[in-house]
Nanobody
Framework: VQLQASGGGLVQAGGSLRLSCAAS????????MGWFRQAPGKEREFVAA????????YYAASVKGRFTISRDNAKNTVYLQTNILKPEDTAVYYC???????????????WGQGTLVTVSS
């Protein structure tokens, strides 16, 4: 599975961005798609995930109510709509695919290249 993330950029606090992750290859083997982020000097953290079959979603507490993950199965694309952005949301955002299990927070085995989101105060 190959993943191509896009949509990052510079935005003011309170603004919005929509991130996209296009999947190709053996997409039929995907159980769950997720978004993670890594801020400078910090460890990578889970942001959101979506069950590729059922569409069930999962969110980190820090983004719940502000971010929305969705999918377009026909386009093999996952989106992360980020609203009410805060400076602490600044990070490189990575999309990931889990072809091992239905787990939403680990066992991801395919990763995209990352897209940078910078939120200015």
């Amino acid at each position: 599975v190959q993943l191509q993330a896009s949509g990052g950029g510079l935005v003011q606090a309170g603004g919005s961005l929509r991130l996209s992750c296009a999947a190709s290859g053996r997409t039929f083997s995907v159980y769950t798609m997720g978004w993670f982020r890594q801020a400078p000097g910090k460890e990578r953290e889970f942001v959101a995930a979506i069950n590729w079959s059922s569409g069930n979603t999962y969110y980190a507490a820090s983004v719940k109510g502000r971010f929305t993950i969705s999918r377009d199965n026909a386009k093999n694309t996952v989106y992360l709509q980020t609203n009410i952005l805060k400076p602490e949301d600044t990070a490189v955002y990575y999309c990931a695919a889990n072809t091992r299990s239905w787990s939403w927070n680990n066992q991801y085995n395919y990763w995209g290249q990352g897209t940078l989101v910078t939120v200015s105060s």
